[in-house]
T-cell receptor, first 106, second 117 residues
């Protein structure tokens, strides 16, 4: 499974878009990109996944670059409840890295 | 839908004791994952099963750890003997793994918080 690199922490103002980047330069052609988040002391929660095309659901949008070496998770209107650790994962073994700790501030 | 059910939610035990953590996956799911989370090491994949068969146990720390899945609705993670460094939150997760190999959305349980004194 490909390794991912994410910034350790980010801040975002409430109501603004949160853009969380992820690098996965060693991704192979058939590996999906998954995003999960973990709110303090709870189990991780699935957000979205994609292969090549951009994806959108009720929680977020996922933008994958054309060469698939990086992606961005977008929370269009961040709320205080979006404060969590966000994990970008590549491949079927679903190995979690250190993630990005997102703090949404009023 | 009851979700993934783990028990116990909290366990405090003494070093050397046997610990058994239990997991009931979501009905119809054919893949089950065990993770361990600590502040120092983050969320680590210990082992995962497809159709009740262990596929990859390379994350299991040592022989003191063992996991079984006797049927599609039940899995156990056993630590014998337990040590203080095993203190962590242990998560179980389940999903449907398609015939093409793509892993679906993982549903996590609420975790079992283990403290070994």
């Amino acid at each position: 499974d490909a390794k991912t690199t994410q910034p350790p922490s980010m801040d975002c103002a409430e109501g603004r878009a949160a853009n969380l980047p992820c690098n996965h330069s060693t991704i192979s052609g058939n590996e999906y990109v998954y995003w999960y988040r973990q709110i303090h002391s709870q189990g991780p929660q699935y957000i979205i996944h994609g292969l090549k095309n951009n994806e959108t659901n009720e929680m977020a949008s996922l933008i994958i670059t054309e060469d698939r070496k990086s992606s961005t998770l977008i929370l269009p209107h961040a709320t205080l409840r979006d404060t969590a650790v966000y994990y970008c994962i590549v491949g079927g073994k679903l190995i979690f890295g250190q993630g990005t700790e997102l703090s949404v501030k009023p | 839908d009851a979700g993934v059910i783990q028990s116990p939610r909290h366990e405090v035990t003494e070093m050397g004791q046997e610990v058994t953590l239990r997991c009931k996956p979501i009905s119809g799911h054919n893949s089950l994952f065990w993770y361990r989370q600590t502040m120092m090491r983050g969320l680590e994949l210990l082992i995962y099963f497809n159709n009740n068969v262990p596929i990859d146990d390379s994350g299991m720390p040592e022989d003191r750890f063992s996991a079984k899945m006797p049927n599609a609705s039940f899995s156990t993670l056993k630590i014998q003997p337990s040590e203080p460094r095993d203190s962590a939150v242990y998560f179980c997760a389940s999903t449907v793994k398609g015939s093409g190999g793509r892993t679906g959305e993982l549903f996590f349980g609420e975790g079992s918080r283990l403290t070994v004194l």
